[in-house]
């Protein structure tokens, strides 16, 4: 396991899939490396590749929004994503590419040692709980696994596409809030 500074370093150089050819920025994360809530997308769009920061663009703005419904902000909490750099017209990262990039991931898991981690969307929530993951019947439920309790809820990304999905998240955001309470986390 390496490192902050190490880990940093590899995936700043890393040319383990072709999506180093066309990044401007490796998105690395944001936010307190000592959390105990993760939240793990599946990769940087444009507005993140642009910046180097993960969720900044429309959906990192309504991202902000959830985050606040329930005391969490970007110093609280720790944001990465399964794959570090933007694949080409935002489409979603291919196996080959999120297997690349996934030792980074939990690399960082490692080091953080969260209490509880969020998948934002389909993609992470398949990577990291299940590969036949179904966000729409699954979106909320909880698994305790390796220590830590996981979870999934809709990408932001897809509550712009499609606001009937919202009221599903303010429920799954409670339950996350009950959860960081049960599991006494500190936010």
């Known amino acids: 396991m390496l490192d ?13 899939c072709s999506l180093c050819a066309t990044r401007t920025n490796v998105v690395f994360g944001v936010g307190a490396r000592d959390a105990d809530v993760m939240f793990v997308g599946e990769g940087p769009g444009e507005q993140e590749d642009l910046q180097g ?8 703005k309504l991202l902000d929004d959830m985050l606040s419904i329930i005391d969490l902000n970007r110093n609280n909490c720790y944001i990465a994503n399964v794959v570090k750099c933007r694949p080409p017209h935002n489409r979603d990262p291919k196996d080959p590419e999120q297997d690349a990039c996934i030792g980074y991931l939990r690399n ?16 992470a929530a398949r990577r990291l709980i299940a590969d036949d993951y179904r966000i729409t019947q699954e979106h909320g439920t909880w698994l305790h696994r390796n220590g830590f309790w996981i979870t999934a809820i809709y990408h932001p990304s897809a509550l712009l596409r ?25 936010i």
């Open 162 to 186: 499609d606001v009937s999905k919202r009221p599903d998240t303010f429920m799954d955001l409670l339950s996350l809030r009950d959860k960081i309470r049960e599991v006494g986390a500190k």
């Open 108 to 123: 960082q898991v490692s080091l953080i040692r969260p209490k509880i981690i969020v998948c934002l969307g389909r993609i």
């Open 53 to 60: 920061e993960p969720f900044v663009g429309p959906a990192g």
């Open 4 to 16: 902050w500074d190490n880990l940093e370093h590899a995936c700043q150089n890393c040319s383990r």
